[in-house]
């Protein structure tokens, strides 16, 4: 089984600046993949960004980036230029196709962006 | 369009009463899965299924059903619901051949049982 830990239950951010979302996960595979999806309040479930974990290069997309550091098992996610549209609960999720076909998330930051 | 249709959105009601949260993608998906979303908890799996006939248990299944026999239709079937259950419940399905797949997910089902 893998677990995903999302330490920051609540985050606020000024419009336009950066912000940095924590995930840490623990898994003993070897060929496994992770996630950010975006909640927002209509409660409709986006996924914002992935990551294979053979990769060495951080994902990027738009003003979306994720800082993947895998000897730490560990998988933020970085929002730039922050917009009143982030607004929304963030799920840290990973699967794995080597055993079982689970997949797992955090349990949610709620980001606030405050104009 | 392409999409995973859960319905009903809404649904309350009482302890016992048998019910089913209908799910349909109409992407080909081989792999299909329900989650319910609870408060300081995250999503939790409840089942899954890889492909029609095949069913497996996630880490919530007690209290739930589901079947497949179709590989565009996975329902979620509560026999005898409880007021525990009352939650939001997603549909998610998913390419499983490409190997970096992400999940699809229906719009939610936000269950009331009293």
């Known amino acids: 089984a893998q677990t995903v830990t999302q330490s920051q239950p609540e985050m606020s951010v000024q419009e336009a600046e950066t912000v940095t979302l924590s995930c840490t996960y623990d898994?003993?595979?070897?060929?496994?993949?992770l996630f950010w999806y975006k909640q927002p309040p209509s409660r409709q479930m986006i996924l914002v960004i992935r990551?294979?974990?053979?990769?060495?290069q951080n994902a990027t997309e738009n003003r979306f980036s994720v800082n993947f550091q895998k000897a730490a098992k560990s998988f933020s996610l970085k929002i730039s230029d922050s917009q009143l549209g982030d607004t929304a609960m963030y799920f840290c999720?990973?699967?794995?196709?080597?055993?079982?076909?689970?997949?797992?998330f955090g349990t949610g930051t709620s980001l606030t962006v405050i104009p | 369009e392409a999409q995973v249709t859960q319905n009903p959105r809404y649904l309350i009601t009482v302890t016992g009463k048998k019910l089913t949260v209908t799910c349909s993608q109409n992407m080909n998906h081989e792999y299909m899965s329900w989650y319910r979303q609870d408060p300081g908890l995250g999503l939790r799996q409840i089942y899954y299924?890889?492909?029609?006939?095949?069913?497996d248990k996630g880490d919530v299944p007690e209290g739930y059903k589901v079947s497949r026999k179709e590989k565009r239709n996975f329902p979620l079937i509560l026999e005898s619901p409880s007021p525990n259950q009352t939650s939001l419940y997603f549909c998610?399905?998913?390419?499983?051949?490409?190997?970096?797949?992400?999940?699809?997910f229906g719009n939610g089902t936000r269950l009331t049982v009293t």
């Open positions: 898994t003993s595979e070897s060929n496994y993949y």
């Open positions: 999720a990973s699967t794995s196709r080597d055993t079982g076909n689970q997949f797992y």
């Open positions: 998610a399905s998913s390419p499983w051949d490409r190997r970096n797949s992400p999940l699809h």
């Open positions: 990551q294979e974990a053979y990769k060495q």
């Open positions: 299924s890889m492909n029609v006939e095949v069913t």
